[in-house]
């Protein structure tokens, strides 16, 4: 298995332009998860879903957007790309929500470096 | 959601232990804790979970009072590559749950 895989690993986008970030993960999980980490801070939820057709916001959903049309695939949509958005971002998947089961667990991507310039 | 209260630094010297305290005074009865550790520009990976009393595996320990309001990660004799970001996570109360990290701490082993 590979795992959660996010591709691409860098991008630099110019103010105003958009692009998808995607991820997959082959281990049948239920449960995936945005997140972005801004230097030097810890990790901030953007969104989750709970399964195929079902997604919701986390802490900071504002200017993204995901959708999740299949159990794999949970792509991550920046249609306006500002300043602020620059920061790693990693996607995360388990087989429930995580820590409510037995060695339930959350499995991160190797992450995709934004820059906004 | 449990909200979660972690040191935000500790230091530390190569081969002592280290134990790093989490508290999360509004955990639910379903919830379990869950620690991770986060490397420099890598994703966080699991390193223990448990409910109450003390989980051990090959990487650490993870010791849970009665009243589960806090939670003590243990490092038995740390080395330089232990160097990280801890973050302790409370687990969902129900499905459909976000799962939110706090801050973390940044534990820093010195020779």
């Given at each position: 298995n590979a795992g959660v895989t996010q591709t691409p690993k860098f991008r630099i986008l110019k103010i105003g332009q958009s692009m998808t970030l995607q991820c997959t993960q082959?281990?049948?999980?239920n449960y995936m998860y945005w997140y972005r980490q801004d230097p030097g801070m810890g990790l901030k939820l953007i969104y989750y879903s709970v399964g195929a057709g079902i997604t919701d916001k986390g802490e900071v959903p504002n200017g993204y957007n995901v959708s999740r049309s299949t159990t794999e695939d949970f792509p991550l949509r920046l249609e306006l790309a500002a300043p602020s958005q620059t920061s790693v971002y990693f996607c995360a998947s388990s087989?429930?929500?995580?820590?409510?089961?037995?060695?339930e667990k959350l499995f991160f991507g190797s992450g995709t470096q934004l820059s906004v310039l | 959601l449990a909200k979660t209260t972690q040191p935000i630094s500790m230091d530390s010297y190569e081969g002592q232990e280290v134990n790093i305290t989490c508290s999360h005074?509004?955990?639910?009865?379903n919830d379990y804790i869950t620690w991770y550790q986060q490397f420099p520009s890598q994703g966080p990976r699991f390193i223990i979970q448990g409910y109450k009393t003390k989980v051990t595996n090959e990487v650490a320990s993870l010791f849970i009072p009665a009243d589960r309001k806090s939670s003590t990660l243990s490092l038995p004799?740390?080395?330089?590559?232990?160097t990280a970001v801890y973050y302790c996570l409370v687990g969902p109360n129900q499905a459909g749950t976000a799962l939110i990290f706090g801050k973390g701490t940044t534990l820093s082993v010195s020779s």
């Open positions: 082959d281990m049948n999980h087989y429930s929500g995580g820590g409510s089961a037995t060695n | 005074n509004n955990i639910a009865t004799r740390v080395s330089l590559s232990d």
